[in-house]
């Protein structure tokens, strides 16, 4: 039994990019840095437990979706067909995976037996509409990776080969784990992860002491623990859900893009892509808020995430990104207020109630990285004010 996502400590921004990249799978996937001991796979393996489940068409072999049915699937037409409900997906990549294995390859039984040409799907078909989880990203072979990450940014999979002839979709959520110790990606490869992430153990006694006791009571009995935690994950599938429906109602205001163009340009990052992720990302840590109008911490919260392996740096920078100057980049301006008939939602969190270790689930607990002592509104409005009162502090200078 997986590790409960809502049990795992100290890795606020870890879960916060992969909750972000399961709201809105076109930010384009998480690149996950780090130690080896910090629970990176523990915690996008028990991802998958929290997502919604899915609703698929009968039989179809590419999970086809039967509200919208893709004109390209080769199990198609599915006019009229019967659908089934179903877990989303989480497939495992083995970093000695063969290319046939993973875009799909000549079905040899059916070839050799009944002489016809028949397509057997690989792992990017298992994984449409789902995720795709590569360990030890940087071993794996430089064209497998640009496989993958192709089909991550086209949506689609095309094989060409030994007489087959299909293109199918392949929408797939791409994580990659790595330990830099071990090699780094090629700059080009890493462009293409969407987010990145770095992954360090805490130095706080109190938090470290918390994940081994949890880890201690998970092996001691782990259908009772992941019991422990079925409300708070519940309420995490709530929220996910509830954020993808609020999704495409987030607007993009010109402020908000001519913000995220300025930080992006301050940072001196390569093509646009990083202006494109940003915007995505921004707009999924809204619709996590519960908003349909972007704020300054939301675009913050993205370009975190977007910008550091996108950024030029000498061979001897350290890894990261200054945040100091993304603050100056950001300003002090104020966005556009939204419309008055916007109602103003409180985004569903998960309990307050006390773990099964007997502490207070806190803000290191939290997937979004929030306390649950103040609702976001408060926040907002306290961030507000004490951005007012700097700006009355500079004028009276």
């Known amino acids: ?29 998480v690149l996950v840095r780090g130690e080896k001991g910090t629970a990176k796979s523990t915690i996008v393996r028990a991802l998958v437990e929290v997502l919604p489940p899915q609703v698929v068409v009968q039989g179809c072999r590419f999970s086809c979706d039967p509200a919208a049915p893709d004109a390209q699937c080769p199990d198609g037409p599915h006019d009229d067909v019967a659908s089934t409900t179903r877990a989303t997906r989480l497939v495992e990549l083995p970093v000695g995976a063969s290319e046939d294995r993973v875009i799909g390859s000549l079905d040899l039984g059916r070839a050799l037996g009944a002489g016809e040409a028949h397509f057997q799907p690989g792992l990017l078909a298992a994984a449409h509409r789902g995720l795709l989880y590569v360990d030890e990203v940087n071993l794996l072979h430089d064209h497998l990776v640009d496989v993958l990450l192709d089909a991550a940014a086209m949506g689609v999979n095309s094989v060409e080969r030994d ?40 130095r706080e006694p109190e938090v470290r002491a918390t994940i081994v006791r949890r880890r201690l009571d998970h092996d001691a009995d782990p259908a009772g623990f992941a019991a422990a935690y079925d409300a708070q994950q519940a309420a995490l599938t709530d929220r996910i859900a509830g954020a993808r429906e609020l999704l495409p109602k987030v607007e993009l205001s010109d402020w908000a893009l001519s913000t995220i163009a300025r930080v992006c340009a ?31 911490e939301d675009i913050r919260t993205a370009a975190r995430f977007a910008l550091p392996h996108r950024r030029r740096r000498n061979p001897f920078d350290a890894p990261g990104l200054d945040e100091d100057l993304l603050d100056r980049l950001l300003g002090d301006d104020e966005p556009p207020p939204p419309p008055e008939d916007e109602p103003e939602p409180e985004p569903p969190g998960r309990p307050t109630e006390k773990s099964p270790s007997g502490e207070p689930n806190g803000p290191e607990d939290s997937p979004a990285g929030q306390p649950r002592s103040e609702p976001p509104s408060r926040a907002r409005r306290r961030r507000r004010e004490r951005r007012r009162e700097r700006r009355r502090e500079r004028r009276r200078e």
């Open 266 to 296: 301050g940072f001196d990052v390569d093509g646009m892509r990083a202006d494109i992720v940003t915007a995505r990302a921004a707009r999924a840590h809204a619709a996590w808020a519960g908003r349909t109008h972007l704020e300054r």
């Open 163 to 202: 007489g087959v002839s299909v293109t199918h979709p392949a929408r797939i959520v791409l994580v990659g784990t790595m330990n830099p110790e071990e090699g780094e990606l090629r700059p080009q490869l890493l462009d293409r992860f969407g987010l990145t992430v770095e992954v360090a153990a805490s």
């Open 1 to 29: 039994m997986s590790y409960p996502f809502t049990a795992v400590v100290g890795a606020d921004d870890l879960s916060l990019a992969l909750l972000l990249t399961a709201v809105s799978p076109d930010v384009g996937g």
